[in-house]
């Protein structure tokens, strides 16, 4: 997984909210929101929506031990492939906030909360590369899952004073992340599936077979 992996996913799901039902100008801010008030000091923000990263895991589900495949040309062995890709889950918060604490702009952020909930709930699945989406079956990329999480009021609770503030109107997303690769040899072992066969007393007399089994043995090149 590339290093700005993570930052460039960001940007797509920003150009995503901006953009989405012929909405035109910036409704996404990233920023942290656990720093809003710092020192006292609300930060400016020119955007009434800002989204946060607030916990990144690693998505053990999605991940993929076996990188071992059977090979197309040749029946009776597999190929080693890449190792597998780290799957991430990514918790996301978009908030409602404004700096003017009026009503008129808590309403506002309230509409363009909907606005978010409206756009991943008509599509949560999305194939990228970078900050774009592109065709699954052409080329490698990366597979974003977006999950709205509902949370009860003791969870809220907890969510909002670990991040340092009171409650904001806001929706919490889990991301998942799974990278999609092609099958390409990275030049290691092959592994040959080779017929075994057990015998009793004499290998020469078809009556003493026992049994019959595959066994795979590693060759190293």
């Known amino acids: 997984?590339?290093?700005?992996?993570?930052?460039?996913?960001?940007?797509?799901?920003?150009?995503?909210v901006d953009t989405y039902n012929g909405n035109v100008g910036s409704m996404v801010e990233l920023m942290n929101i656990a720093t809003l008030n710092d020192g006292d000091e609300y930060l400016d923000?020119?955007?009434?929506?800002?989204?946060?990263?607030?916990?990144?895991?690693?998505?053990?589900?999605?991940?993929?031990?076996n990188v071992y495949l059977p090979n197309t040309t040749?029946?009776?062995?597999?190929?080693?492939?890449?190792?597998?890709?780290?799957?991430?889950?990514?918790?996301?918060?978009?908030?409602?906030?404004?700096?003017?604490?009026?009503?008129?702009?808590?309403q506002d952020g309230i509409i363009k909360l909907e606005h978010v909930i409206r756009c991943f709930?008509?599509?949560?699945?999305?194939?990228?590369?970078?900050t774009v989406e592109v065709d699954p079956t052409t080329q490698d990329h990366i597979k974003i899952i977006l999950d709205l999480e509902s949370l009860k009021?003791?969870?809220?609770n907890q969510l909002w004073s670990m991040l340092g503030n009171k409650y904001m109107p806001s929706v919490?997303?889990?991301?998942?992340?799974?990278?999609?690769?092609?099958?390409?040899?990275?030049?290691?072992?092959?592994?040959?599936?080779l017929k075994l066969k057990l015998w009793n007393d004499n290998p020469n007399d078809i009556a003493g077979q026992l049994e019959e089994s595959d066994e795979i043995i590693l060759n190293n090149p």
């Open 1 to 16: 997984m590339p290093s700005d992996v993570i930052h460039k996913t960001l940007q797509f799901l920003q150009t995503k």
């Open 45 to 65: 923000s020119t955007s009434p929506i800002t989204l946060s990263i607030i916990n990144i895991e690693e998505d053990t589900v999605a991940k993929v031990p």
């Open 74 to 106: 040749q029946a009776s062995s597999v190929d080693r492939y890449k190792s597998p890709a780290q799957n991430l889950v990514i918790s996301l918060l978009f908030t409602a906030y404004n700096k003017e604490q009026t009503t008129d702009k808590y």
């Open 121 to 130: 709930q008509e599509q949560n699945v999305f194939y990228i590369d970078g």
């Open 153 to 156: 009021i003791s969870e809220l």
């Open 172 to 193: 919490l997303y889990r991301m998942r992340m799974i990278t999609i690769q092609h099958e390409e040899e990275d030049g290691g072992s092959t592994v040959e599936r």
